[in-house]
């Protein structure tokens, strides 16, 4: 059935040994949370023309006791089909906002940070109470949060939708469009709803150095930005051709192993960044973001 209707498929027994390991890992991801085997890596967002550090995107990970570190695209779509993603998503905008508390200077400055939301932790009626109470026990100016949402939350509900875009962007966080260019593709929901940030998919930036379409695809979007006023973020970056492309068509953020690889806090932390860039080959000055 999970691959559409009216369709017939010869049963494998790879299917089946599928089947019973979703199932398995299913019931490990129930008693993952309390047993604390889930960690946040976190990701340098730089803005590029200075090379600096603006904030960080947390990543989640699962440090599971026997398969090791089993990566969000395994287990996401498990949490969400199980609604565990509610207490999972509420346990990781806790712990990100805890940390980007503890990165700020004490002048008030320091990086921002971004959460991903997944659709079913959006449409659950605690999210904006559990953002207000993140914020609230971590003490972080709301201004440093940004949150990370797909093109898929619009496909339905708009009415839904837009009252909590609204009454999130109320809060003082900020708004991401994670994945652009890759989901619904109306653009008029860029005007509809209170989006503050693209984040240009990677799927565009691969293709930058060599293929004339995807280059032309990002310049739109940078056009689009300009007019709508949208932060604009290029995700996947993993050459220096890459990114002196993107630089070249006016983008002003950037993301991906070129820049800074995801890794736990106390790789990622500004401090840690710092020393790094001190080394010989330092692709980044990390400084506190306006
Ligand atoms: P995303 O939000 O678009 O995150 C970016 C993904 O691209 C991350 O994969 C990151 O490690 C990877 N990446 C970063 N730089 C590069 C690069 O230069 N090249 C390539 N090929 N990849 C790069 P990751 O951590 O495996 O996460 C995959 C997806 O899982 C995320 O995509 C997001 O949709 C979801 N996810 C991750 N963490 C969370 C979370 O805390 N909550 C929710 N709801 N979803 C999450
Ligand atoms: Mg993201
Ligand atoms: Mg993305």
């Not at 509610?86 to 990086?111: F, H, N």
């Not at 509900?157 to 994670?178: C, F, P, V």
């Amino acid at each position: 059935k999970t691959s559409g209707k009216g369709r017939c498929e010869v049963f494998q027994p790879s299917h089946h040994a599928d089947h019973l390991d979703r199932e398995r890992l299913q019931a490990d991801l129930y008693q993952a949370l309390e047993r604390q085997e889930l960690v946040l890596h976190y990701q340098p967002i730089v803005d590029l023309a200075p090379r600096r550090i603006s904030g960080y995107e947390a990543l989640v990970r699962w440090e599971h006791p026997t398969r090791g570190m089993v990566p969000p695209v395994q287990f996401i779509t498990l949490a969400e089909d199980s609604g565990l993603i509610v207490p999972i998503g509420r346990w990781i905008l806790r712990e990100a906002t805890r940390q980007a508390a503890a990165w700020q200077q004490p002048d008030g400055r320091g990086p921002r940070m971004s959460v991903n939301v997944s659709v079913r932790q959006f449409q659950h009626p605690d999210l904006v109470d559990d953002v207000t109470e993140a914020l609230r026990a971590s003490g972080l100016a709301p201004d440093r949060l940004t949150l990370e949402i797909t093109e898929s939350l619009f496909a339905e509900d708009t009415a839904g939708t837009t009252q909590k875009l609204e009454a999130l962007k109320a809060l003082g966080i900020r708004l991401a469009l994670d994945d652009f260019g890759t989901g619904y593709s109306s653009l008029s929901y860029l005007r509809r709803f209170p989006i503050d940030v693209l984040k240009i998919d990677k799927s565009f930036v691969h293709g930058i150095a060599t293929c004339s379409e995807d280059r032309a695809v990002i310049g739109a979007i940078v056009a689009l930005g300009q007019i709508l006023d949208l932060v604009l973020v290029a995700e996947g970056i993993e050459t220096a051709d890459e990114l002196a492309a993107l630089e070249q068509l006016g983008v002003q953020y950037g993301q991906g192993y070129h820049l800074g690889r995801p890794g736990p806090p106390q790789h990622a932390s500004p401090a840690a960044e710092r020393r790094r860039s001190g080394s010989p080959g330092a692709a980044l000055r990390p400084a506190p973001a306006p």
